[in-house]
């Protein structure tokens, strides 16, 4: 039931099952037992012509055809219960024989053309329908035709005749296997139509060979042709008999089901030539049974094939898949790894591998599709500029790497590569431009390709710190360096742990009186054996390995602290400068971590200012966005060494900048270079005009102050004013003293 009302086709089947399982309750070949079987026929015909007029199925001729030959049948149901009444008796054969032979070539095409489908030709399936037919087959030459054809005393009519009906049932059946094997037409209104059709060649099955052999008593077995009426008629009531079946693509399953049957109609030979032997050793129709058992044989052996060679292929396409990436269609890890290994038992190869420069501000900027999309433009650029019998992979993320065999021009190649990758690529509707780091083995002292691919690895590494377009060859110094900085990222995590790092700060005056307006907040590490170690050599190494993220962290809630504790003594400047680094900036949830610090400390966002450079936040994404966020918590944000980065203009415009470091490179030479002090100049005019705040780095001596307050600077830091000390102050009172 649906919404309180029962739907047509269940309101139809059940209490017409019901209606013709109580037939065998009528005293049997009497007028009211031929009137209430037929009125379920004819009933069930006029449902299914109604069926058909509702839903209005896309098929529509296949259903009118599977209709007609369901009619036609029904009228030699009528035309058998006439004339057996007006006679006593029943003529065989006679007019209804005709009439229902008639009724079988549109129920044949009718459930062929149903079942059929719509996708591609399924020769497994057409091997089990002609397995399940052979099967019927040779229980009615078994039983019916082969008794039939060696009773030479009968009229020839009766048994053509008497033949007809199981050659008929055989096409039947077929069109009804067919439309079972189709994983497609599992649709309620075509199992309806299967199990009428399978109750019919049952029911004509046992009718068949039991008026053969004995008297058929009819009973529950008349009550199945009547059911198979009603569940055709049903069918047509289904909504869902209104659109053919969706075909399925990809590789056809073998069910239990499906072999259970195969297995049976295999089994029917030997089954058949048992129960004859029981019954009539003498008379066992070895002709029949051992066509049949040879048909079977080469049918089930055909298809036992098929299923070898397409678990053969599916086993290929599984092969085919666990050795190329899925995304670019080039080898994977995997597939490399094993032509790698072929390769250097006959050869001595070298490896490229390759690591793009800048895709990860492509992901975050445009998001992961777009990514992937350069990714795929890419593959194909670095495929198409390999020589001939060279192969590349994608290892994982945007790293690929390339298998030279023999003794081929690496550097050759590197250099091309570096071409091709470096053109702008389309993606995602727009032109984007990376690059590459390079790193180049050869297995000389190895015949591992663990070994060859981790030299690779090592090369690449160096080249991507070297920065730019490069490439590398492995050497044993890089494995020195290499080794270096794990022992100094070791050393790193320990530092932190054991609080061996402490932070200085650099004074930030006005012009021309030197009074201090901010500091700068600078990190020191003194290493209890190394020594000091200056931040150009463990910074780089904190980026790489991930520590800056946790390094930054503490970094600002100590300057914060140390704020507080000035401010505190009274002695506090207007500001505190704290340096971000690019990999902080991209890490998520980066403004939650600032911001909890401040709430942690007690610290004003309004007091702390944020130093980033240009190269930064140049390629957008989720470093401008946290930028933004700290902007909204009304934390000032500094733009360091301004003039050196990609595209300082385009950087004002998309960042909310108030502050601008201008790099001490325009600074150094302004008292001595015309060329120098025009462009400090003219920073000093953009910032006036953009309404920021200009401060001039690395200011040495007296003279570069001067003039930097003649040029119109009113802010400075550098050595001139005091060097970075825990206690800035007392460095600007003895410089200024």
Same mark, same amino acid.
């Given at each position: ?155 020839v009519l009766d048994r053509l005749m008497t033949i007809a009906y199981p050659f008929a049932d055989v096409l039947l059946t077929a069109a009804v296997a067919r439309t079972l094997t189709r994983a497609e037409n599992r649709t309620p209104s075509l199992r309806l139509l299967t199990v009428g059709s399978g109750l019919m060649l049952t029911c004509d099955l046992v009718y068949t060979t039991m008026s053969s052999t004995a008297e058929y008593t009819g009973g529950l077995f008349d009550s199945g042709f009547q059911i198979a009426y009603v569940c055709w008629a049903a069918a047509t009531l289904h909504p869902s008999m209104r659109r053919r079946p969706q075909a399925v693509t990809g590789a056809r399953r073998v069910g239990g089901r ?153 550097? @050759?190649?590197? =250099?091309?590569?570096?071409? &091709?990758?470096?053109?702008? %690529?389309?993606?995602? $509707? /727009?032109?984007? #431009? *990376? ?46 360096? @290499?080794?270096? =900085?794990?022992?100094?990222? &070791?050393?790193?995590?320990? %530092?932190?742990?054991? $609080? /061996?790092?402490? #932070? *200085? ?182 910032t006036a005009g953009l309404g920021l705040v200009a401060v001039a780095e690395g200011v040495e001596t007296a003279e570069q102050a001067a003039e930097l307050y003649r040029l119109g600077y009113r802010r400075a830091q550098g050595y001139h004013f005091g060097r970075p000390a825990a206690d800035p102050f007392a460095v600007v009172s003895h410089a200024a003293a």
């Open positions: 039931m649906r919404n309180g009302r029962v739907r047509p086709w269940a309101g139809w089947l059940v209490p017409a099952v019901i209606a013709a399982l109580c037939f065998p309750l009528i005293p049997d070949d009497s007028l009211p037992a031929k009137i209430y079987a037929n009125t379920i026929g004819t009933a069930s015909v006029l449902m299914m012509v109604l069926g058909i007029l509702r839903n209005r199925p896309e098929h529509r001729g296949a259903w009118l055809t599977f209709a007609a030959g369901m009619a036609i049948f029904v009228a030699g149901d009528i035309a058998y219960d006439v004339l057996e009444y007006r006679l006593g008796e029943y003529p065989y054969p006679s007019y209804p024989d005709a009439i229902y032979l008639c009724a079988y070539p549109f129920l044949v095409i009718g459930m062929a053309r149903l079942g059929r489908g719509g996708g591609e030709r399924d020769r497994g399936g057409l091997l089990d329908t002609a397995v399940i037919a052979t099967g019927i087959s040779l229980i009615y030459w078994v039983f019916v035709i082969g008794p039939v054809l060696a009773d030479a005393g009968s009229p499906r072999l259970a049957a195969l297995a049976a109609c295999s089994l029917l030979a030997p089954g058949l030539l048992v129960l004859e032997g029981f019954r009539d050793p003498a008379n066992i129709a070895w002709g029949g049974i051992a066509g049949g058992a040879v048909v079977l044989f080469l049918l089930v052996l055909s298809r036992t094939w098929g299923l070898v060679k397409q678990v053969q292929r599916q086993a290929g396409r599984l092969e085919d898949l666990a050795m190329h990436d899925e995304l670019t269609g080039l080898a994977n890890r995997r597939g490399f790894e094993r032509r790698l290994t072929a390769a250097l038992a006959g050869g001595t190869p070298h490896v490229l591998l390759l690591d793009l420069n800048g895709f990860k501000t492509v992901n975050d900027r445009f998001g992961h599709a777009v990514g992937d999309e350069l990714l795929v433009v890419l593959a194909h650029r670095i495929a198409e500029a390999l020589p001939d019998g060279a192969l590349v992979a994608r290892m994982g993320g945007d790293e690929f790497a390339v298998l030279l065999p023999g003794a081929g021009c690496a550097d @050759a190649l590197a =250099e091309r590569l570096h071409t &091709a990758i470096h053109l702008p %690529a389309r993606a995602g $509707g /727009q032109d984007l #431009l *990376v690059g590459a780091s390079i790193g180049i083995a050869d297995p000389a002292g190895v015949a591992d390709p663990g070994e060859v691919l981790r030299r690779a690895d090592v090369a690449m590494y160096a080249a991507k710190a070297a920065g730019g377009r490069h490439h590398r060859w492995y050497t044993v110094e890089l494995d020195s360096q @290499a080794g270096e =900085e794990a022992r100094l990222g &070791a050393d790193l995590r320990a %530092a932190l742990d054991t $609080g /061996q790092f402490h #932070l *200085v700060y650099q004074p930030i005056v006005a012009l021309p009186g030197g009074e201090v307006q901010a500091v700068e907040s600078l990190i020191r590490w003194q290493h209890p054996e190394r020594g000091f170690v200056s931040p150009v050599d463990f910074i780089p190494v904190a980026e790489r390995n991930g520590l800056i993220t946790e390094l930054g962290t503490w970094i600002l809630r100590t300057a914060c602290e140390q704020f507080r504790t000035w401010q505190e003594r009274g002695v506090a400047p207007l500001h505190v400068g704290v340096n971000v680094s690019a990999r902080q900036l991209a890490e998520p949830g980066f403004a939650e971590t600032v911001a909890a610090v401040l709430a942690e400390t007690g610290m004003d966002p309004h007091r702390l200012v944020v130093e980033i450079t240009e190269t930064a936040v140049f390629g957008g994404g989720a470093a401008v966005r946290a930028v933004h966020a700290l902007h909204a918590l009304g934390i000032a944000i500094a733009l360091d060494d301004f003039g050196t980065g990609h595209s300082s203009l385009g950087i004002l415009q998309a960042v909310p900048v108030r502050i601008l470091k201008v790099d001490k490179s325009f600074v150094e030479n302004v008292t001595v270079s015309d060329r120098h002090a025009v462009i400090a100049s003219s920073l000093i005019q953009l």
